[in-house]
């Protein structure tokens, strides 16, 4: 398979714990995004890489929320001191410098008890 | 007022139908625009782009309104599997992220 691929697919978690979630991008792709996305609600962004760098940071993104993409290739998405409104699905795209289209993971499902 | 809004839905439709979806948008810098479709429980997938004089991709017509900052995606002859979430994209050219509507939901009934 040659898609963009996240780990874990599910995760719970209790209150206050750390997490981490891997997303996978297509090789070729030089361009990897987060988005989290809650019941009812189009996919919001929360930060984007382009190669190693990260360009651009939501102010959605607060401080518990790191990513890095130490080699240009994976990432990971960190939540430092959960909390219940942090339930929500955590998908990664990516994308082709030259090119629009994104192509998603099948998202990181996170639950906070 | 959100960047990107959409008709609420849900739509309900009959099979063979013609339904359109309505999104406008904030941002007048917005430079690209598209469609995406997301399945229940499944990640969004591109539909397709939006161009300025309009395009057709089969049953699906999507045009770009630039003045009135509004988009539609009209689906003809609708058929079970269009069921799904259909989410209005653009893309500002300050920034280089994606902004996402919320998204309206289509059922096509038997």
């Known amino acids: 398979d040659t898609g963009v691929s996240q780990d874990p697919r599910h995760k719970i978690t209790k209150r206050g714990q750390n997490v981490t979630f891997r997303c996978d991008p297509i090789s070729e792709h030089n361009r990897l995004y987060w988005y989290r996305q809650t019941l009812g609600q189009g996919p919001e962004f929360l930060t984007y890489f382009q190669n190693e760098a990260q360009l651009e940071k939501s102010r959605l993104l607060s401080d518990r929320f790191s990513a890095e993409r130490p080699k240009g290739s994976f990432s990971t998405l960190e939540i430092q001191r959960t909390e219940q409104g942090d339930s929500a699905m955590y998908l990664c795209?990516?994308?082709?410098?030259?090119?629009?289209?994104?192509?998603f993971g099948p998202g990181t499902r996170l639950l906070v008890l | 007022r959100k960047e990107v809004e959409q008709d609420p839905g849900p739509f309900n439709v009959p099979e063979g139908a013609t339904v359109a979806f309505n999104c406008t948008y904030s941002n007048s810098a917005s430079q690209s625009f598209f469609w995406y479709r997301q399945d229940c429980r499944k990640e969004p997938k591109l539909l397709m782009s939006v161009y300025s004089s309009g395009n057709e991709d089969g049953r699906f017509t999507a045009q770009l309104n630039r003045a009135s900052q509004y988009i539609s995606l009209l689906i003809r002859d609708s058929k079970l599997s269009d069921s799904a979430t259909y989410l209005c994209?653009?893309?500002?050219?300050?920034?280089?992220?994606?902004?996402f509507g919320p998204g309206t939901r289509l059922s096509v009934l038997p």
């Open positions: 795209a990516s994308s082709f410098f030259s090119q629009e289209t994104q192509y």
């Open positions: 994209v653009v893309r500002n050219l300050q920034g280089q992220n994606f902004v």
